[in-house]
């Protein structure tokens, strides 16, 4: 899609994942190195938990993408699965672990289903996935969660919220009324609710110009990496 001056316009409701993972597009016409998401290794944010002992246990990575969180945790020595929707993000997070010779398991999966993996995690960690679900399919995903999870087992979830121009960048932006309601008694405890920032790719020029054009304000890093709100969701599964 293109705007009336020619510009390429986002519409982050309607990206394909798959194809996005093959053809390293999220518009149509600008082909980048890396998906904004793929930065090479753990979100600071998931490190800051790993550091304070909050991820422990068989780790589920949902939605995992490339592999960078599964591997980064692998590596430490945890026991972790990595699932996502995508077969080609799964094919590149395989040959990633490979690459650096990490033990991991990796297999295409539906976040809202997640068939054949009940009671098996002790931590799920969720980067930039509940934001790509619309609402029902985010109730059968929290309710597909709670299902794979153990009893007294923690979820660590960064989702965008919901901002000025998070439409421009976010498929489906959440409230933090929404989070409330979603973990609570009887099948949550929620421990931690509190905004962050999701860091992102340096965008290239011509991404940069498709955002600008959107009206998005963004922030960014030392390094020229973007920095987009989330929400910091931390909950025990009861």
């Given at each position: 899609m293109t705007d009336k001056d020619g510009t390429p316009e986002l519409d982050p409701s309607s990206i394909d994942f798959e194809q996005a993972y093959q053809g390293s597009t999220l518009v149509e016409g600008i082909v980048m190195d890396r998906l904004p998401w793929e930065i090479g290794r753990p979100q600071p944010l998931l490190v800051e938990f790993e550091q304070a002992g909050r991820i422990t246990g068989d780790v589920l990575d949902i939605g995992c993408g490339p592999g960078d969180t599964t591997v980064y945790l692998a590596?430490?020595?945890?026991?972790?699965?990595?699932l996502d929707f995508a077969p080609t993000a799964i094919e590149?997070?395989?040959?990633?672990?490979?690459?650096?010779?990490?033990?991991?398991?990796?297999?295409?999966?539906?976040?809202?289903?997640l068939t054949g993996y009940d009671g098996r995690f002790d931590t799920v960690v969720s980067s930039a996935l509940a934001h790509c679900l619309d609402a029902e399919q985010r109730k059968a995903h929290v309710a597909?969660?709670?299902?794979?999870?153990?009893?007294?087992a923690r979820l660590i979830q960064f989702c965008?919220?919901?901002?000025?121009?998070?439409?421009?960048?976010?498929?489906?932006?959440?409230?933090e009324d929404e989070l409330r309601a979603t973990f609570r008694a009887p099948d949550w405890n929620l421990t931690e609710l509190r905004p962050g920032t999701l860091t992102a790719i340096k965008p290239s020029p011509e991404f940069?110009?498709?955002?600008?054009?959107?009206?998005?304000?963004?922030d960014f890093d030392a390094e020229g990496s973007m920095l987009l709100p989330i929400w910091v969701v931390e909950a025990e599964r009861v």
């Open positions: 590596g430490l020595g945890y026991q972790v699965t990595g590149k997070a395989r040959a990633k672990a490979a690459e650096l010779g990490v033990a991991a398991s990796f297999a295409v999966a539906d976040a809202t289903v597909a969660l709670h299902r794979v999870m153990r009893p007294g965008f919220s919901q901002a000025a121009f998070s439409d421009t960048y976010a498929p489906y932006a959440i409230g940069k110009a498709v955002m600008d054009r959107s009206g998005a304000q963004l």
